[in-house]
């Protein structure tokens, strides 16, 4: 595959910026095999925006040629006191659910889930006398302003009274970056503070120097939409606001699980914000998007519509419809339909395997206290 063929993969919806595109075409130029990585917390069920929108970015890596990793980040959880703070289950719940969940997404992705390599945290920390050179050499190159600037608007509004724990966050998880040797670290729009700041050390640290044919490089971040939370009720003021407002694994309400049964997306696909018209922050759309329009379509998308509203619609691509639904040509309620239709069928084989084989994993995560 050719250098331009690659970029526009690794480019496509739903990446939503690079730093830098230049950086990037340049690595890909030197024909050097790279790293990406992308961490979750390990905090409940998983849903479609880190299951299918980051795994999407996944898989167009793999095929791209980038060696992909997945880091279940089990300090930070815990850090972060998610599943109560309880460490051994954090430690459970990663290597079980989270692997064999994110497995089966790439899968159904048309991805290689071998492809990739999961690494637990701690595992990555165990015995590494590097690392801790590194984490402390990352604080020794980095402000209290620099790490405050990262965190999230709650983070900074905390004022003197902020846990410890919240700053020392951003210095670890640039720490991943460089200990995972990660030409491409990859997260949602959210992560791009944490990414600003690997690149701004990337050039001073001395413990796991990213460096492509002996020259020092700075990580070349990426970026993916954030999929909006379901229950939004007004469309956020600006992208730190959306960050807020992101469909997330600790607030049930505002998600669909991949293991979610028809019934179940249905019913929150019909509840979820969307109004007329509307095509920003519009989660329906969204949802619609990725659910059939990520690759290039053989055959016209066609959306259901009784008759008497005018009949079936057929559209090659998502600003089709996008274009239909900003002129009201698409009612809310057809496109509902036709969106929880449509993820049902991208959910079959990850639902499958929930039904059969997987079914313990989740009566057991069904047991454990989901804290945000
Ligand atoms: N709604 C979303 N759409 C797209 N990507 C998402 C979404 N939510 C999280 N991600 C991405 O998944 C990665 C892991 O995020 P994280 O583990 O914080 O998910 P979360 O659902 O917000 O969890 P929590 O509710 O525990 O904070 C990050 O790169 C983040 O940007
Ligand atoms: N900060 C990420 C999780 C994460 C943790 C460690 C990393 O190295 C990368 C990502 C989040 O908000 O969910």
Same mark, same amino acid.
């Given at each position: 595959?050719?250098?331009?063929?690659?970029?526009?993969?690794?480019?496509?919806?739903?990446?939503?910026?690079?730093?830098?595109?230049?950086?990037?075409?340049?690595?890909?130029?030197?024909?050097?095999?790279?790293?990406?990585?992308?961490?979750?917390?390990?905090?409940?069920?998983?849903?479609?925006?880190?299951?299918?929108?980051?795994?999407?970015?996944?898989?167009?890596?793999?095929?791209?040629?980038?060696?992909?990793?997945?880091?279940?980040?089990?300090?930070?959880?815990?850090?972060?006191?998610?599943?109560?703070?309880?460490?051994?289950?954090?430690?459970?719940?990663?290597?079980?659910?989270?692997?064999?969940?994110?497995?089966?997404?790439?899968?159904?992705?048309?991805?290689?889930?071998?492809?990739?390599?999961?690494?637990?945290?701690?595992?990555?920390?165990?015995?590494?006398?590097?690392?801790?050179?590194?984490?402390?050499?990352?604080?020794?190159?980095?402000?209290?302003?620099?790490?405050?600037?990262?965190?999230?608007?709650?983070?900074?509004?905390?004022? =003197?009274?902020?846990?410890?724990?919240? $700053?020392?966050? %951003?210095?670890?998880?640039?720490? +991943?970056?460089? @200990?995972? &040797?990660?030409?491409?670290?990859?997260?949602?729009?959210?992560?791009?503070?944490?990414?600003?700041?690997?690149?701004?050390?990337?050039?001073?640290?001395?413990?796991?120097?990213?460096?492509?044919?002996?020259?020092?490089?700075?990580?070349?971040?990426?970026?993916?939409?954030?999929?909006?939370?379901?229950?939004?009720?007004?469309?956020?003021?600006?992208?730190?606001?959306?960050?807020?407002?992101?469909?997330?694994?600790?607030?049930?309400?505002?998600?669909?699980?991949?293991?979610?049964?028809?019934?179940?997306?249905?019913?929150?696909?019909?509840?979820?914000?969307?109004?007329?018209?509307?095509?920003?922050?519009?989660?329906?759309?969204?949802?619609?998007?990725?659910?059939?329009?990520?690759? =290039?379509?053989?055959?016209?998308?066609? $959306?259901?519509? %009784?008759?008497?509203?005018?009949? +079936?619609?057929? @559209?090659? &691509?998502?600003?089709?419809?996008?274009?239909?639904?900003?002129?009201?040509?698409?009612?809310?309620?057809?496109?509902?339909?036709?969106?929880?239709?449509?993820?049902?069928?991208?959910?079959?084989?990850?639902?499958?395997?929930?039904?059969?084989?997987?079914?313990?994993?989740?009566?057991?995560?069904?047991?454990?206290?989901?804290?945000?």
């Amino acid at each position: 595959m050719d250098v331009e063929s690659k970029l526009a993969l690794i480019l496509r919806y739903p990446t939503e910026e690079i730093l830098t595109v230049e950086e990037l075409r340049e690595l890909l130029q030197v024909g050097y095999r790279l790293n990406h990585y992308i961490g979750f917390e390990i905090s409940g069920f998983i849903h479609i925006g880190t299951g299918i929108v980051s795994m999407s970015k996944v898989v167009d890596l793999q095929k791209a040629g980038v060696r992909t990793q997945v880091l279940l980040a089990d300090i930070h959880s815990w850090l972060n006191n998610k599943l109560g703070g309880d460490l051994e289950t954090i430690r459970r719940v990663a290597v079980t659910y989270y692997v064999e969940t994110f497995k089966k997404i790439i899968e159904a992705l048309g991805g290689d889930p071998d492809a990739t390599r999961f690494v637990l945290g701690s595992d990555l920390y165990h015995h590494n006398d590097e690392y801790w050179l590194l984490l402390m050499d990352i604080t020794r190159n980095l402000t209290l302003s620099q790490v405050r600037h990262s965190l999230t608007i709650l983070g900074r509004k905390m004022g =003197e009274s902020i846990p410890l724990a919240y $700053l020392v966050y %951003p210095p670890l998880q640039v720490a +991943d970056v460089f @200990a995972l &040797s990660a030409h491409i670290p990859h997260g949602g729009i959210d992560q791009r503070r944490a990414h600003i700041l690997a690149r701004q050390v990337a050039d001073k640290i001395r413990f796991y120097p990213m460096e492509v044919n002996g020259r020092r490089i700075k990580p070349v971040a990426l970026h993916h939409r954030l999929l909006p939370a379901l229950n939004i009720s007004t469309k956020p003021s600006s992208k730190e606001e959306l960050s807020e407002m992101k469909m997330s694994k600790s607030i049930p309400q505002s998600a669909i699980f991949v293991h979610d049964t028809p019934e179940d997306i249905r019913q929150k696909v019909a509840r979820a914000y969307c109004p007329p018209r509307e095509v920003e922050y519009n989660p329906v759309l969204e949802l619609l998007r990725i659910s059939v329009f990520r690759e =290039e379509r053989k055959e016209p998308f066609v $959306l259901r519509r %009784p008759q008497q509203y005018g009949g +079936d619609i057929e @559209a090659w &691509s998502y600003e089709e419809v996008e274009a239909m639904y900003r002129e009201g040509k698409i009612h809310p309620a057809d496109l509902k339909n036709a969106t929880a239709e449509a993820l049902i069928t991208l959910l079959e084989p990850v639902r499958r395997y929930f039904q059969g084989p997987g079914a313990k994993l989740l009566e057991e995560m069904k047991n454990i206290t989901i804290t945000r």
